[in-house]
T-cell receptor, first 116, second 114 residues
């Protein structure tokens, strides 16, 4: 069975500081990994995804993530956070077949607070 | 280009009642998935509809059912509501055969069961 663990429930970072959100996964095959962001009262927006190839992937809003197979991790990073980055962040894993995206398993999320 | 739209945005029901939530997928998309997001949790997959049929289902009881219409819009029905059904219900749409795997989410319907 597939699962995702986000060990940090809540992280507080100063504006302009760097950020790393942790994600560990369990998956029986080659994982397809995603990071989504959810602002209050909003749906989920895709930040970035990893399917194969280069293990460092770039996303929107200046975010990047690195896939490490040996550690079963897919950590999200940003070199300098902005106040607008305050939100809930979700890591997800799922199968992608010829059909497309079949279903995603999400972690419990990390709430990011930015202090001035 | 309209994204995924859901209605209603908020609703309150009492235990034992039934609820219907609606979703219109992003233009050009033909597959709709439903997720339940309880407070403080990540979304959990309920089921996915394609060609008006349930293609996949997560670990949810039969009280949760759905429907997809010829125009690809979808409904989620929950019968015999329990307090534990209180959650944000998210609809996501995608295009069959899209190897990018991207899901587009709506803003959700927040259901409160009293």
């Amino acid at each position: 069975a597939q699962s995702v663990t986000q060990p940090d429930i809540h992280i507080t970072v100063s504006e302009g500081a760097s950020l790393e959100l942790r994600c560990n996964y369990s998956y029986g095959a080659t994982p397809y990994l995603f990071w989504y962001v959810q602002s209050p009262g909003q749906g989920l927006q895709l930040l970035l995804k990893y399917f194969s190839g280069d293990t460092l992937v770039q996303g929107i809003k200046g975010f990047e993530a690195e896939f490490k197979r040996s550690q079963s991790s897919f950590n999200l990073r940003k070199p300098s956070v902005h106040w607008s980055d305050a939100a809930e962040y979700f890591c997800a894993v799922g199968p992608i077949s010829n059909f497309g995206n079949e279903k995603l398993t999400f972690g419990t999320g990390t709430r990011l607070t930015i202090i001035p | 280009d309209a994204g995924v739209t859901q209605s209603p945005t908020h609703l309150i029901k009492t235990r034992g009642q039934q609820v219907t939530l609606r979703c219109s997928p992003k233009s050009g998309h033909d597959t709709v998935s439903w997720y339940q997001q309880a407070l403080g949790q990540g979304p959990q997959f309920i089921f996915q509809y394609y060609e008006e049929e349930e293609r996949q289902r997560g670990n949810f009881p039969d009280r949760f059912s759905g429907h997809q219409f010829p125009n690809y819009s979808s409904e989620l029905n929950v019968n015999a509501l329990l307090l534990g059904d209180s959650a944000l219900y998210l609809c996501a749409s995608s295009l069959t055969g899209d190897s990018t795997g991207e899901l587009f989410f709506g803003e959700g319907s927040r259901l409160t069961v009293l």
